[in-house]
């Protein structure tokens, strides 16, 4: 009689799941290892992230007062999505030229209002803007003119080369323009028109001689200057001047006076050109994610040199 062998008894059934079984193992194991080292990850950098936030802001640009350091809309679209975004290192530690984020939720009289411009003088410094001839051809320029706290200046000299008091700001948008638009008509010297309705009409100023000595003619001014904070003598708190790189198109200190240096949220330490909307530049993003991780690396490397 014929032996009877149960199918699931087959010796072949036998050796094929005895070999099998060692890999099913293998692949749950890696399947777990997998899944442990995804939860490791995204726990990282969720407290990456967290430490992050704590002292960086990402902010979308809005509007065109810094034009053209940082666009609302580079290429035009019809939705009206912003551009261009930037990475804020929240902190007062700042410097001449920086772009700064100001706090002027108070001045407003509404919640979280705040505009991004540039810091140009701080507690101390003499400032006038002035119209000199100092363009081509001895066209007249607005120019800012800046002594810093502690130099002891009488007169300045301007011969057209570049110039630690007659200031020469290649970011802003256009001389011509904010000279035409905004320069007093009345008067031998002409000024900034809001700049000096605001600063050198209704306070204690000093004067400094300015010779510009351009194109082989020589000319003198008596120009205006206004120190920084001498209008807040009551308050302790140091101010900062500050304007937008659009100078026809800011509100700035021009309008609305200094601000506290404690109204100072941060300054811009990265530019995302065109971050936010992918129907201008589709691979805009990789520059969010890029300066995003760049900070981070600056991060861990301050963190083990320091």
């Not at 772009?99 to 003499?126: C, H, P, W």
């Not at 008596?222 to 003598?233: A, I, L, Q, R």
Request: aromatic fraction near 14%; include cysteine; hydrophobic fraction near 35%.
């Amino acid at each position: 009689m014929e032996q009877y062998k149960r199918p699931y008894l087959d010796n072949d059934d036998i050796r094929v799941g005895y070999k099998e079984y060692p890999y099913v193992k293998i692949r749950r194991k890696t399947f777990v290892l997998f899944i442990f080292i995804a939860f490791v990850f995204c726990a990282v950098m969720l407290c990456i992230n967290i430490v992050f936030n704590a002292k960086y802001q990402y902010i979308i640009v809005e509007d065109v007062s810094m034009q053209p350091t940082l666009n609302p809309s580079p290429i035009a679209t019809d939705d009206g999505r912003y551009q261009d975004c930037v990475y804020v290192e929240l902190t007062q530690d700042i410097d001449y030229g920086d772009i700064i984020i100001v706090d002027r939720s108070e001045e407003e009289k509404t919640n979280d209002y705040t505009v991004i411009k540039r810091a140009l003088a701080f507690e101390g410094d003499q400032i006038s803007i002035v119209a000199l001839p100092v363009g081509e051809n001895g066209q007249y320029e607005l120019r800012l003119v800046r002594i810093k706290s502690g130099d002891n200046v009488g007169e300045i000299v301007y011969t057209g080369q570049d110039d630690d008091y007659i200031i020469y700001e290649d970011y802003i948008l256009s001389y011509e323009e904010w000279t035409q638009t905004c320069a007093s008509s009345t008067g031998r010297v002409r000024y900034e028109e809001d700049f000096f309705e605001y600063f050198l009409q209704e306070n204690s100023t000093t004067t400094h001689r300015i010779i510009v000595e351009v194109n082989g003619e020589s000319q003198s001014f008596d120009v205006e200057f206004y120190t920084v904070g001498s209008d807040n003598v009551e308050n302790e708190l140091d101010q900062v001047f500050y304007m937008g790189d659009n100078r026809v198109a800011s509100r700035d200190s021009r309008q609305t006076g200094t601000c506290d240096h404690d109204k100072v949220v941060g300054k811009v330490v990265r530019i995302a050109h065109n971050g936010y909307s992918l129907r201008n530049d589709i691979f805009g993003w990789l520059d969010v994610v890029y300066d995003y991780l760049a900070l981070i690396w600056q991060e861990i490397v301050n963190y083990f040199i320091v």
